[in-house]
């Protein structure tokens, strides 16, 4: 039987595209004038890398090679995702005075499962990884609880897999929905993320083999905080001292999302971190 270590890039790949296409409700109907001064200005800046760096026919055809393998391996999500995403998520948050937010990144799965506010994510019964209890509170900007809010977590596990997109993990391993309480708290379990590598054996991991670049993201929870007439805030959460908070290969730390967390006596660690929600 496969194991998670078995993970493919175009397995994961075209579980990334399946899942977005899934999400994706319908064709958008943007004005022509908007779509092509967008695409115009797109491929200027195409035009002028060519011009810039006076780009060989050998290597367009290179290029023109690899952007159609991005599509055959799946990769289309994680190569947005991980070089597009961080300034359309910068774009569309900068008026914002609650939380800071981050990308959703390729392997966000709607629906996890409900808990209570005080409980353990879903996981292994012989989970690996250092426990972490996460407590915090949802609030509004003007300072409000918001019982109910809904605190949806996912996250790699402790040998940076995550589960549905890497064979051999429960369905939803280290995913879940916690609600919170009258005072708008939540007390979630779960176990520390390890740094996490994007997968290398697909076309993503081509390009960062050609250019001499490094494949890792620093180790990150996922989170979505929503509340009824507020924002929904996409962030992810970091810890202190990993050695790719400063050059994450998808660009998405921000010193506002990394942790605090203490040890807390019995081999695991305690943390303390809430989240203000900007009204609509
Ligand atoms: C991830 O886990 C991730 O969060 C992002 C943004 C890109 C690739 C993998
Ligand atoms: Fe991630």
């Given at each position: 039987?496969?194991?998670?270590?078995?993970?493919?890039?175009?397995?994961?790949?075209?579980?990334?595209?399946a899942a977005f296409r899934n999400k994706q409700k319908g064709a958008l109907e943007v004005p022509a004038e908007r779509v092509s001064a967008m695409a115009r200005d797109a491929l200027e800046a195409i035009h002028e890398v060519i011009r810039?760096?006076?780009?060989?026919?050998?290597?367009?055809d290179a290029l023109k090679a690899w952007l159609i393998s991005i599509g055959e391996d799946g990769e289309w999500p994680l190569f947005l995702d991980v070089w597009v995403e961080h300034v359309v998520e910068d774009v569309n948050t900068s008026h914002r005075s609650g939380s800071k937010g981050s990308i959703e990144g390729p392997y966000y799965v709607p629906?996890?499962?409900?808990?209570?506010?005080?409980?353990?994510?879903?996981m292994r019964e012989d989970e690996p990884g250092t426990p972490l209890t996460w407590n915090g509170q949802v609030t509004s900007t003007d300072g409000t609880p918001l019982a109910g809010a809904t605190?949806?977590?996912?996250?790699?596990?402790?040998?940076?897999?995550?589960?549905?997109?890497?064979?051999?993990?429960?369905?939803?391993?280290?995913?879940?929905?916690?609600?919170?309480?009258?005072q708008g708290r939540f007390s979630i379990r779960t176990v520390q993320p390890a740094p996490y590598q994007i997968p290398t054996d697909g076309a993503c991991g081509k390009l960062i083999a050609a250019a001499g670049w490094h494949?890792?993201?620093?180790?990150?929870?996922?989170?979505k905080v929503s509340a009824p007439?507020?924002?929904?805030?996409?962030?992810?959460?970091y810890f202190p001292g990993d050695e790719?908070?400063?050059?994450?290969?998808?660009?998405?730390?921000?010193?506002?999302?990394?942790?605090?967390?203490?040890?807390?006596?019995?081999?695991g660690a305690t943390v303390d971190y809430g989240f203000v929600l900007d009204p609509v």
């Amino acid at each position: 039987t496969r194991t998670e270590f078995d993970a493919k890039a175009a397995e994961s790949g075209a579980g990334a595209t399946a899942a977005f296409r899934n999400k994706q409700k319908g064709a958008l109907e943007v004005p022509a004038e908007r779509v092509s001064a967008m695409a115009r200005d797109a491929l200027e800046a195409i035009h002028e890398v060519i011009r810039k760096h006076q780009m060989t026919y050998e290597e367009y055809d290179a290029l023109k090679a690899w952007l159609i393998s991005i599509g055959e391996d799946g990769e289309w999500p994680l190569f947005l995702d991980v070089w597009v995403e961080h300034v359309v998520e910068d774009v569309n948050t900068s008026h914002r005075s609650g939380s800071k937010g981050s990308i959703e990144g390729p392997y966000y799965v709607p629906n996890s499962p409900e808990l209570p506010p005080d409980g353990a994510i879903p996981m292994r019964e012989d989970e690996p990884g250092t426990p972490l209890t996460w407590n915090g509170q949802v609030t509004s900007t003007d300072g409000t609880p918001l019982a109910g809010a809904t605190v949806e977590l996912w996250h790699a596990d402790s040998n940076g897999f995550y589960s549905q997109y890497a064979p051999g993990l429960p369905e939803w391993n280290l995913r879940g929905t916690f609600v919170t309480d009258e005072q708008g708290r939540f007390s979630i379990r779960t176990v520390q993320p390890a740094p996490y590598q994007i997968p290398t054996d697909g076309a993503c991991g081509k390009l960062i083999a050609a250019a001499g670049w490094h494949a890792w993201r620093p180790a990150h929870l996922h989170v979505k905080v929503s509340a009824p007439g507020h924002e929904l805030l996409t962030a992810q959460l970091y810890f202190p001292g990993d050695e790719h908070n400063d050059d994450d290969i998808a660009s998405a730390v921000k010193p506002e999302l990394i942790l605090d967390p203490q040890a807390d006596g019995r081999g695991g660690a305690t943390v303390d971190y809430g989240f203000v929600l900007d009204p609509v």
